[in-house]
């Protein structure tokens, strides 16, 4: 089985490459020269909270619409479709202000993870996973 790009790179929100992530591979090891590739998966899910917390902080966004929009723009995605997916998926309006608890926050993870690898990888990672992850983004 072939898996999305997004898992067999660990970075399962496809985030580009950019900044210097915690966790990422060695530049000789890089294959990918589009979007990160990290050591485990726990890492890519961390630079996600880490980027969902920056929106939240620095820009205050704190809607599934406009944390979206900006992490997902329209030049590049189906920005409204990608916002229904997840809205969807979390039982939340796309205008609705979001606490982002960690029970929010790992349903907001699982819901950009499948809405970027397929909906088959919305339970992927376990919740330990996810729990660490947000922890390290602390």
């Not at 294959?31 to 620095?58: H, N, W």
């Not at 997916?85 to 039982?91: D, H, L, P, T």
Request: hydrophobic share 30%; aromatic share 10%.
């Amino acid at each position: 089985m072939n898996l999305p790009r997004g898992i067999r790179n660990n970075n399962p929100g496809n985030i580009r490459w950019g900044s210097d992530w915690q966790g990422l591979i060695s530049e000789e090891e890089r294959t990918d020269k589009s979007f990160c590739q990290f050591q485990d998966p726990v890492y890519g899910l961390r630079a996600m909270v880490k980027i969902i917390f920056t929106y939240q902080e620095k820009y205050g966004l704190n809607t599934i619409e406009s944390i979206l929009h900006r992490y997902a723009p329209p030049n590049e995605n189906n920005t409204q479709g990608y916002i229904m997916r997840v809205s969807e998926a979390i039982g939340a309006l796309p205008k609705q202000p979001l606490k982002l608890t960690d029970g929010t926050l790992k349903e907001l993870m699982r819901a950009i993870t499948a809405v970027e690898n397929g909906q088959n990888y919305y339970y992927y990672y376990k919740t330990d996973q996810l729990e660490k992850a947000i922890q390290l983004a602390k």
